[in-house]
Structure formats: structure tokens, C-alpha cells
């Protein structure tokens, strides 16, 4: 890496470690950030944590990482980077065979279609997903982008804003079940419906939730909708923690995921020049509110902002007009996206529920490999589908949406995502049962076999 580039930006560059591929930089004027001890880290893409079982085993076995290893495997995943890019650029988008061809006029038309409706809460993200070719996530955003007007009001450059939105998608790891670009799609167009929420406002009468925001409110949500888990390498912090990835040990532990999530975003900003026409402290300002929205996705938090909500809204002293009330809402309402699938329509919800498991379910499996102690939730033998999905509503879903109903009430979206997560409590329910019951049943003739009997065991 060369000095002359950060030069050319603006800042130094503060070299960390070879290995670590992360940069420091501090502004070359001296000004640095208050809120995060000074400097800023940002992520270089290509950083890629992919989970390399080279890695994993000299780590977990030897208590380190050979940097030959380390380079080897670097070298590796610059490669499948750029088959991956040659292959966009082909037009065959990854893990699509037998792929829709990226000019098909008809599908392009349904999908144009689809948008239309984005604002609706059955809207079928799979489905326009496949439509877009694997593009949801960019066709997604340029479209609300328009919706809001956001990039006439921030002067924004269509290719720059377009070359930063393909990296997010890009960036996102397609052979993840459950994190990848879809699921940010997903979380994008949830947000959108929020912002479209009606909000009694004093003498205002009612007005949608956007419409009490500024537009950097409503551009804000959007970006740390869409980016909140790029990059993320389908394992959890606990993982990263014990088999000493470098990121748990640069993050010191603690929110490491949403931290690289954030900075690596903060690199994709500063890489596509989207915000580089912007007064440098507009665009300072801009990164840190996107990390302290994605920060916010940490669900070992989620204690943390309930008590907040819920004392504001016991208070009822929210006020839309203070910059901080807005912004804790924007927390919240990203927040409540991230985790909405249980309140989405069965079809769906079930759908993402499979995929989250299968993704716990491959860390599960990688755990028993190497010896390691299986995680909670990653056991495919004891943590059911139907278990691990009542659970997340009981502890995580339900505590959440019943404040944000308060907060919208009276809101017929917040009446049908309440519907559905009942309902879909009252399936997994009924399934649990059903696996648990012919479960016992198939055990007493086989004298307890291992073979796909998943729900013995669960409380
Ligand atoms: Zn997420």
C-alpha cells in the first residue's frame, strides 16, 4: 500500500499490520473523531473474512496463524474475487445456475412491476430477488434513492452511487444462507415500510414517519439498511472470538461483526467517492451516524436500547424535532427490521427461518469438526428449526415489536406484523410437537438411532 494514495485523500495512513489488512487513518489536519478514541478504522475491501479451515485449524490447534498460511490464503481470495468480478461482469450472476438472462425485458418488467408495491408488507423479496437477476439489493435502493429524492438533494453521482451500491451487494457472501444480499434487500424494504408508518405529530395532524425526518434521516436509514452485514462470514462473534480471527482481536471482543460491518462500509464510501463532493465534516458526520446505526444491529444490546424505549415511551417524551430523538428512532426502526422476519407472512417467514438455522447448523458443523464446543442454537441434532424459532420470538421478536406497536399505534402494520407473529409462534408451536411426538415414536422400535431425529432434547 502506498503513501501517495492516502496523499491523494487527504489522510495518513497509519499502518497497523501487514496481516490485519485494516488501515488506520487520521485526518492529515489533525482534526480527529471524538466519539471513537480518536481515529477512524477503515476497512480496505478484500479483508474478506472468509472462514479458511487452513486458518482455523493452525489456530485453533497451534494458538496461532503462520503468516505464509495467511498469505497463501490471501492470495486465494483476491483470485475468487476477481472470478467473482469477472463473472458479474459477464453478466452470470454467482450462484444463480440456469440464471435469468440480464436483459430479459419480461422479467425486468415484472420486476419493475414488483416495485410498485414495495411499500406493501407481503412483498416477496425471493421472488424479486430472482427477478432482478441477483441485483435486489442495488435495484432496491436506486429506486427508494428516487423515491426520496435523495440524489438530487445530495447532489449525488449516479455512477459513483451505483459503483458503491454493487460493491455492498458485492461484498455481501452469496454462499451464506442467511447473511447475504437478499437479507439486506429484505431489511432495506422494511425500513421503507417503517418510514411510510403514520405518525400523529402535535399540531401537524398525521404524517408519515419520513416525512418528520430530514432527508440525511431518511438517506442515513437507508444506508445502514442496506449495509448492516456486509461482508459477514456466516459465523457469529463467539466463533471469531475463540478461534482468534483477526477481527475479534482488532475489535477487542466486543461488537466485532457490526464493527467491521460499519468500517468496512466507511472504506466502500471513501472507495466510490460517493460522498467526496460533501464539506469534509458532513461526510465525518455521515460515518458516524451509519456506525451508530449498525452498531445498534448488536442484539447483545437489545436490553440496553428496550429500557430506553420503553422509559420514552412510558415519558411519552419523544419529540421528532430534537436530531437525537430521530436518530434513536431510526436505532429502533433498524433494529426492528433486522429481526422482522418472524412478522413477516408465513411463506416467507419460514423461508428465512430454514436459512438462519442452516447457516447456525454450518457453524454447528464446523465446531464438531474441529473439536470445538458447539454453540448454542448450532446443534442440528438438539436445536431444532421449530425450537430455535420460538425462542428468538419469545426472547428477541416479541419484547421489541410490542414497544414499537406503542410507538406506532394506531398503526394497521403494526396490527399485521403482530398478527403474523403470532400465528407463526402458534405453527412452530404445532410443528415442535409434531416433530418432538413422531420423534419419540420412531425411537422406540430403532433403540434411539441418530438418523434425522432433530427434536429430542428440547425443553
Ligand atoms: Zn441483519
Given at each position: 500500500m502506498s503513501c501517495l494514495m492516502f496523499e491523494r485523500c487527504g489522510a495518513v495512513a497509519l499502518k497497523r499490520s501487514e496481516q490485519d489488512a485494516i488501515e488506520v487513518c487520521m485526518l492529515a489536519d489533525g482534526r480527529v473523531n471524538t466519539g471513537h478514541a480518536g481515529v477512524l478504522l477503515v476497512e480496505r475491501r478484500g479483508s474478506y473474512p472468509q472462514i479458511d479451515l487452513r486458518i482455523l485449524k493452525t489456530s485453533a490447534q497451534q494458538g496461532g496463524v503462520e503468516s505464509g498460511t495467511r498469505r497463501k490464503v490471501k492470495r486465494q481470495l483476491s483470485f475468487q474475487r476477481y472470478c467473482h468480478a469477472s463473472r458479474v461482469l459477464r453478466g452470470a450472476m454467482p450462484n444463480s445456475p440456469g440464471s435469468l438472462h440480464l436483459l430479459d425485458k419480461n422479467y425486468l418488467g415484472q420486476a419493475a412491476h414488483m416495485l410498485s408495491k414495495v411499500g406493501t408488507w407481503n412483498f416477496d423479496i425471493f421472488l424479486f430477488d430472482r427477478l432482478t437477476n441477483g441485483n435486489s439489493l442495488v435495484t432496491l435502493m436506486c429506486h427508494l434513492f428516487n423515491v426520496y429524492g435523495l440524489i438530487h438533494h445530495f447532489q449525488l453521482d449516479m455512477v459513483k452511487l451505483h459503483r458503491f451500491l454493487g460493491m455492498v451487494q458485492e461484498d455481501y457472501h452469496s454462499q451464506n444462507p442467511y447473511h447475504n444480499a437478499v437479507h439486506a434487500a429484505d431489511v432495506t424494504q422494511a425500513m421503507y415500510c417503517y418510514l411510510k408508518e403514520p405518525k400523529e405529530q402535535h399540531d401537524l395532524g398525521v404524517l408519515q414517519l419520513a416525512e418528520q425526518l430530514s432527508p440525511l434521516d431518511v438517506f442515513l436509514a437507508l444506508m445502514a439498511a442496506a449495509a448492516h452485514d456486509v461482508d459477514h462470514p456466516g459465523v457469529n462473534q463467539p466463533f471469531l472470538i475463540k478461534t482468534r480471527h483477526h477481527l475479534a482481536s482488532l475489535y477487542q471482543n466486543t461488537s466485532v461483526l457490526e464493527s467491521h460491518h460499519w468500517r468496512s462500509t466507511?472504506?466502500?464510501?471513501?472507495?466510490?467517492?460517493?460522498?467526496?463532493?460533501?464539506?469534509?465534516?458532513?461526510?465525518?458526520?455521515?460515518?458516524?451516524?451509519?456506525?451508530?446505526?449498525?452498531?445498534?444491529t448488536d442484539i447483545s444490546r437489545q436490553n440496553e436500547f428496550l429500557s430506553t424505549f420503553r422509559e420514552h415511551l412510558d415519558n411519552q417524551d419523544l419529540?421528532?424535532?430534537?436530531?437525537?430523538?430521530?436518530?434513536?428512532?431510526?436505532?429502533?426502526a433498524l433494529k426492528c427490521a433486522d429481526v422482522c422476519n418472524p412478522c413477516r407472512v408465513w411463506e416467507l417467514s419460514r423461508q428465512w427461518s430454514e436459512r438462519v438455522c442452516e447457516e447456525f447448523y454450518r457453524q454447528g458443523d464446523l465446531e464438531r469438526k474441529f473439536d470445538m464446543e458447539i454453540s448454542p442454537l448450532c446443534n442440528q441434532q438438539a436445536d431444532s428449526v421449530p425450537a430455535v424459532q420460538i425462542g428468538f420470538i419469545s426472547y428477541i421478536v416479541e419484547p421489541l415489536f410490542d414497544e414499537w406497536h406503542r410507538f406506532t399505534e394506531p398503526s394497521s402494520l403494526s396490527h399485521t406484523m403482530t398478527g403474523h407473529v403470532h400465528k407463526n409462534k402458534a405453527r412452530w408451536s404445532r410443528l415442535r410437537y409434531a416433530n418432538t411426538a413422531s420423534d419419540s415414536q420412531a425411537e422406540e422400535p430403532e433403540g434411539g438411532g441418530r438418523g434425522g431425529g432433530e427434536v429430542e432434547g428440547i425443553s
Open positions: 466507511v472504506g466502500m464510501l471513501r472507495e466510490s467517492g460517493l460522498l467526496s463532493h460533501m464539506p469534509a465534516d458532513i461526510s465525518q458526520d455521515i460515518e458516524q451516524q451509519l456506525g451508530s446505526l449498525i452498531l445498534a419529540d421528532l424535532q430534537l436530531a437525537s430523538h430521530r436518530h434513536f428512532i431510526l436505532q429502533i
